[in-house]
């Protein structure tokens, strides 16, 4: 199932029955944040969305998700044909790489390399998604987001804001006296280059985040840079929570 070596540890198949087990051992740290190797993008089968932050044991929320959708399909690796599919967990970094090809139920197949890091004595991760058109041509839309649904019984929104590139979500925790805020910057590049067209802004009552289509065709790159900062009141003062999440990212 996985191959243990002396600073990684790698999947070299698909196991989608596995996948639970597997998060469970591929498990990564930064000392503040802690995350299990769920995947970013949507997944119909069962999975745990678990990201813990340092002296909490329940985890939060998802900090890294994503959607992929093509004119009228949504990457699911739930449904989609999946091979070629690697993943390796880097421990010396905190890094977590995975590529993948997957191919829809109409045919369209895409590459897919991602990769998450927590960086090193920072309350902050990075997420880049690379997603590459083997002979697909037509619109594309990547969504990235803060927040979800699988968690809403333990917290309520205070507060968010959207802006132009950046967000950040502000929430109290039900079951301790804690508060936390979440910030996101992003970016998404088109072979390379920034795409500058305004992205559409996602504001549900448990989600926030961006959406941004553009027109690939075969070969086509699109590249999804995303950063996120997570700062908890334990740590920061209540009041001072959304500049110091802020200012997380803009220290980079």
Same mark, same amino acid.
């Given at each position: 199932? =996985?191959?243990?070596? #002396?600073? &990684?540890?790698?999947? &070299?198949?698909?196991?989608?029955?596995?996948?639970?087990?597997?998060?469970?051992?591929?498990?990564?740290?930064?000392? $503040?944040?802690?995350?299990?190797?769920?995947?970013?993008?949507?997944?119909?089968?069962?999975?745990?969305?678990?990201? $813990?932050? /340092?002296?909490?044991?329940?985890?939060?929320? #998802?900090?890294?998700?994503?959607?992929?959708?093509?004119?009228?399909?949504?990457?699911?690796?739930?449904?989609? /044909?999946?091979?070629?599919? $690697?993943?390796? %967990?880097?421990?010396?970094?905190?890094?977590?790489?995975?590529?993948?090809?997957? &191919?829809?139920?109409?045919?369209?197949? %895409?590459?897919?390399?991602?990769?998450?890091?927590?960086?090193?004595?920072?309350?902050?991760?990075? =997420?880049?998604?690379?997603?590459?058109?083997?002979?697909?041509?037509?619109?594309?839309?990547?969504?990235?987001?803060?927040?979800?649904?699988?968690?809403?019984? #333990?917290?309520?929104?205070?507060?968010? *804001?959207?802006? /132009?590139?950046?967000?950040?979500?502000? %929430?109290? =925790?039900?079951?301790?006296?804690?508060?936390?805020?979440?910030?996101?910057?992003?970016?998404?590049? *088109? #072979?390379?280059?920034?795409?500058?067209?305004?992205?559409?802004?996602?504001?549900?009552?448990?989600?926030?985040?961006?959406?941004?289509?553009?027109?690939? /065709?075969?070969?086509?790159?699109?590249?999804?840079?995303? $950063?996120?900062?997570?700062?908890?009141?334990?740590?920061?003062?209540?009041?001072?929570?959304?500049?110091?999440?802020?200012?997380?990212?803009?220290?980079?």
């Amino acid at each position: 199932m =996985l191959q243990y070596n #002396n600073w &990684t540890i790698e999947q &070299t198949e698909w196991l989608p029955e596995e996948e639970v087990a597997i998060e469970q051992q591929l498990t990564f740290s930064n000392d $503040y944040l802690c995350q299990t190797a769920h995947f970013e993008e949507y997944y119909s089968h069962p999975q745990r969305l678990c990201t $813990y932050i /340092k002296g909490l044991e329940n985890p939060i929320l #998802n900090i890294s998700g994503i959607s992929i959708r093509l004119h009228d399909e949504r990457l699911d690796l739930g449904q989609w /044909k999946v091979k070629d599919f $690697y993943r390796c %967990l880097h421990k010396n970094r905190p890094l977590l790489e995975r590529r993948f090809t997957a &191919t829809s139920p109409k045919g369209a197949t %895409l590459h897919v390399h991602a990769k998450r890091q927590l960086i090193p004595q920072q309350e902050v991760m990075l =997420l880049e998604y690379e997603v590459t058109s083997i002979d697909y041509t037509g619109p594309i839309s990547l969504l990235a987001m803060l927040g979800g649904s699988e968690d809403v019984q #333990n917290w309520y929104p205070l507060m968010n *804001h959207l802006g /132009k590139d950046q967000c950040w979500l502000w %929430l109290q =925790l039900h079951d301790v006296d804690m508060q936390l805020c979440y910030a996101m910057q992003w970016q998404v590049l *088109h #072979n390379g280059s920034p795409i500058e067209q305004r992205p559409i802004k996602i504001e549900k009552p448990h989600t926030i985040g961006y959406s941004l289509t553009t027109r690939i /065709k075969a070969g086509d790159t699109c590249l999804l840079r995303k $950063y996120v900062s997570v700062v908890d009141s334990r740590n920061h003062k209540k009041e001072d929570l959304i500049a110091d999440a802020l200012a997380c990212l803009t220290n980079l």
